[in-house]
Nanobody, 124 residues
Framework: QVHLAESGGGLVQAGGSLRLSCAAS????????MGWFRQAPGKERDFVAA????????YYADSVKGRFTISRDNAKNTVFLQMNSLKAEDTAVYYC?????????????????WGQGTQVTVSS
């Protein structure tokens, strides 16, 4: 059974940084795409970034390009989201997700497994 556990959220001032982690377990993820999504109160869950686990190709939403970086540590089965130059509008619950496919995707419905989420709050 796939299990995804996020950590690293918290409260940070605008302009600051946070690094989120997603520990993945339950199977081999080499053929998976791992994604980060976020959901602000009253809004839909939005794509943030994705990475193809085996080759490391990365994909980003326009709103975070140049500020966020997704990466993975194969030995630790962990995916990271480094968030720099944070803005108040980045405030949301951030979710890690796994897609059982070689091909990347940016819709929540395309992902098979989800973590419980971690809150990120950016104060202005």
């Amino acid at each position: 059974q796939v299990h995804l556990a996020e950590s690293g959220g918290g409260l940070v001032q605008a302009g600051g940084s946070l690094r989120l982690s997603c520990a993945a377990s339950g199977r081999t993820f080499s053929s998976y795409v791992m994604g980060w999504f976020r959901q602000a109160p009253g809004k839909e869950r939005d794509f943030v970034a994705a990475i193809r686990w085996s080759v490391g190709n990365t994909y980003y939403a326009d709103s975070v390009k140049g500020r966020f970086t997704i990466s993975r540590d194969n030995a630790k089965n962990t995916v990271f989201l480094q968030m720099n130059s944070l803005k108040a509008e980045d405030t949301a619950v951030y979710y890690c997700a796994a897609r059982d496919s070689w091909w990347p995707a940016n819709e929540p419905s395309d992902y098979n497994y989800w973590g419980q989420g971690t809150q990120v709050t950016v104060s202005s």
